[in-house]
Nanobody, 125 residues
């Protein structure tokens, strides 16, 4: 059974940085587009960033554009989310997800096949 495990979350002050990792097992990420999503308390889960299987294409929601960077190391079956200049509004549980697609980014949540259990990011002074 495929498994995605996120790590790297924690408590950070506003303006600080965190790097999230998502390690996959039992699936080969060479064939999967990946996404990062987040869910803040009392809110719906929302997309943060997407990356194609090759890593050639990326997308960021407006609220994180210029502050977050998604990347992947398929040799290590791992996807990353570098988060800089964090704001209180970034506080949420962050989830990675994998979608079987070797051609393009996947932008619809329901098209993702596998999900991690999430890692908590708290931005507070």
């Amino acid at each position: 059974q495929a498994r995605l495990v996120e790590s790297g979350g924690g408590l950070v002050q506003p303006g600080g940085s965190l790097r999230l990792s998502c390690v996959a097992s039992e699936i080969n990420l060479d064939y999967y587009a990946m996404g990062w999503f987040r869910q803040a308390p009392g809110k719906e889960r929302e997309p943060v960033s997407y990356i194609s299987a090759s890593g050639d294409s990326t997308y960021y929601v407006d609220s994180v554009q210029g502050r977050f960077t998604i990347s992947r190391d398929n040799a290590k079956n791992t996807v990353f989310l570098q988060m800089n200049t964090l704001e209180a509004e970034d506080t949420a549980v962050y989830y990675c997800a994998a979608a079987w697609n070797t051609y393009r980014m996947v932008t619809k949540e329901h098209e993702y096949d596998f999900w991690g259990e999430g890692t908590q990011v708290t931005v507070s002074s």
